[in-house]
């Protein structure tokens, strides 16, 4: 039996992961909350070393952006922390690590996209304790895939698509045009990380370091909404006329990158996993959403 540790188990990408088909022999282990509080690392290492885990996907993570800027100890405990706690263990332990980060360790000042080796320069709270977590993996010597991915959206949880969708009887509404990025279903973030865990369980020398991994086009928010909105024209259902600003004028607590489209190739070169077609996957999650909208289950 292969026991996996999967945290973040109620969000969308742990829930996603726990959704996903696994080989025969493998265990998933999804704590809670209350049963691992990733606000206290003491908690950590003796939960992992109990557990007799094989492996751990670290994908739980104090995600609220805005929050973070007047939250700043819970965001480095979760974000930073936690990692640190994960990974000396999984270090101890000789079992690997894949920990989810994103894309707002970067500036967004970078024209074109940025690849793994571009120096992070995180912009708020939310993307310096994300920053903390991938330093302190790397630095503990475990064995690792950092997995950097962006604009996730998935039919659990709080995102973009289910605001929009939530938007959607609005006459008019505004979405920011001036922040680019590549928009990740969870379920696909999910499936990469099982290929490079299930990869490192049967190869002890696979590569290790960070990856990238979010969806092929790169869009900008009103791009984005655009697509969801014409998903929903395709429903015949009314949908607000959407105008595009500039960020300046939808002004956040946390200042967002300009730009965070990333380069996927290395991780399509080492583990074979091409970028996810999101508009597909947009598709499929508008006809989840708005099927269970019908069924009045949401
Ligand atoms: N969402 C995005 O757009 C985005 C973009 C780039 C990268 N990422 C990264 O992708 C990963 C997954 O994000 P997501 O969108 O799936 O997140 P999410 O839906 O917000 O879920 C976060 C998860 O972390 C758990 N969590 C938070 N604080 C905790 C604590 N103190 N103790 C135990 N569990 C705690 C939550 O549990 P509860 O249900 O109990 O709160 C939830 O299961 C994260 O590492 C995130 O940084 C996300």
Not at 6 to 34: F, H
Not at 114 to 137: F, M, N, R
Not at 233 to 259: G, Q
Request: charged share 20%; aromatic share 8%; hydrophobic share 40%.
């Amino acid at each position: 039996m292969t026991r996996i540790l999967i945290t973040g188990g109620t969000g969308q990408v742990g829930g996603s992961l726990g959704n996903l088909n696994w080989p025969e022999g493998t265990e998933l282990v999804l704590p809670s909350r209350s049963e691992i509080d990733l606000g206290n690392a003491d908690q950590i290492s003796s939960f992992v070393r109990d557990g007799g885990f094989d492996a751990i996907i670290s994908s739980g993570a104090y995600t609220a952006v805005d929050k973070a800027e007047d939250d700043l100890l819970t965001a480095f405990k979760v974000n930073g922390l936690a990692p640190a706690a994960f990974a000396e263990t999984a270090k101890e332990l000789d079992i690997p690590v894949v920990h989810i980060s994103t894309d707002y360790v970067f500036n967004g000042g970078k024209i074109g996209r940025y690849v793994e080796t571009d120096p992070i320069d995180p912009q708020g709270v939310y993307g310096a304790s994300k920053a903390a977590g991938e330093l302190a993996i790397q630095s503990s010597g475990c064995r690792h895939v950092i997995l950097r991915t962006a604009w996730v959206f998935s039919a659990i949880g709080a995102n973009f698509v289910k605001t929009m969708i939530r938007l959607a009887d609005r006459p008019q509404l505004t979405v920011v045009d001036d922040q680019t990025g590549c928009p990740t279903a969870a379920p696909d973030i999910a499936r990469a990380a099982q290929a490079v865990v299930l990869r490192q369980l049967t190869d002890r020398d696979a590569p290790s370091g960070v990856y990238h991994f979010c969806g092929d086009e790169a869009v900008t928010w009103f791009g984005f909404a655009s697509e969801i909105f014409r998903l929903l024209e395709a429903r015949s259902l009314a949908v607000p006329a959407v105008a595009p600003i500039p960020t300046r004028d939808y002004p956040t607590p946390a200042k967002r990158p300009a730009n965070s489209a990333l380069d996927t190739s290395r991780l399509t070169q080492d583990f074979g996993i091409e970028p996810c077609q999101w508009r597909v996957a947009l598709a499929s999650t508008v006809e989840e959403l708005m099927g269970d909208k019908e069924k009045g289950l949401s």
